[in-house]
């Protein structure tokens, strides 16, 4: 067959790209290359905002080492698999303006918690609070015993007797007894068990100063530390707080009539270690220093850790004529105004039963 193809019908041939045009179109794919991955990263980064952290159901405790930079607690949490990018925390902390703020502690991290809540508690230093509760009518002994015992708390006074433990405290030759007042504090963990003691001690002398600055008029104390030795004794004498006032009252009638204030718990705190629980009439007549069947006026330290209503009972003690009181066996008391009255109530409740 013959070629009817005419050469001259064929399309020219195209000319050769310019360096310009594939740098255009180089760059163009780059821009598509970057805005699928910028895309990718947003909604990965998105993604990570709102997940919680990874903690078990019962939620986890976390301690944040001193010193740590974001980083250095971004790659922490990483390593405990509690979260799966330490680059987006540490980009989260740092543009929200947290990073330089972000605090050393021991930390509780609910489950649903999100990364960004968990920054806002770094950085506000939201750490977790334990607590110890010093009970009212504690001895310094058994206030010691407890701290020492305390889990979370630095022990650092273990092996130091009552003298140093009061000079460690920055109160040379204090009697430690009934320095301390009762309440329950909160501390986080690696607070020592001094800084602890100086804070209850604080409380103690701001509650007497409180209380002493509003006392009552002609009450026979010449010292805060005297109504802090009565307090304690009143403490000891009820666990009625409506009785505290009333019970203050006796006393301090019986003080200003030089009469002997006649109470079982200083007896009991003097016989120390002795003491097994029964006290015998031979107890009442052996004297101590704490012995307020044979001395007159108050012993010379407190007996116990008063609380702030013994403290405030005693000065602004309840009105009346009562000299006596004996207990009723169910925790409160019985008083009375004279001899005959008591004898008569010591039959009643005590003799009898």
Sequence with gaps: MTDMSNPLDAPPPRPPQSLGDKLFKLAGALVIC????????????????????????????????????????????????????????????????????????????EPGT??????QYLAAGKVVQHSLTIVEGWTFSQLMAAVQTHPVLIHSLHDKSAPQIMAA????????????????????????????????????????????????????FKTPYEALVLASIVEKETGVAAERPRIAGVFIRRLKQDMRLQTDPTVIYGMGKIFDGDIRVSDLRKDTPY?????????????????ADAIRAVLHPADGKELFFVSKGDGSHYFSATVEEHNRAVQQYQLKR
Excluded: C
Aim: net charge negative; proline share 9%.
């Design 34 to 109: 970057i805005s699928a991955v910028l895309g990718w990263l947003g909604y990965d980064y998105q993604s990570f905002t709102q997940t919680p952290l990874n903690v078990p159901a019962d939620g986890l405790l976390i301690e944040i080492a001193s010193g740590r930079s974001v980083r250095g607690i971004a790659e922490d949490l990483a390593t405990k698999q509690i979260i799966d990018s330490p680059l987006y925390f540490e980009w989260m902390a740092r543009v929200s303006g947290a990073a330089p703020r972000l605090q050393a502690g021991e930390y509780r991290i």
């Design 114 to 119: 999100l990364p960004e809540t968990f920054i």
């Design 169 to 220: 405290l920055n109160h040379p030759g204090e009697h430690p007894e009934g320095r301390f007042l009762p309440d329950t504090y909160k501390f986080p963990r690696g607070m020592t068990d001094a800084d602890f003691l100086g804070r209850a001690y604080t409380s103690m002398q701001e509650t007497l100063q409180r209380e002493w600055t509003t006392r009552a008029k002609d009450l026979p």
């Design 291 to 307: 012995n307020t069947y044979t001395r007159h006026g108050l012993p010379p330290t407190p007996i116990a850790l008063p609380g």
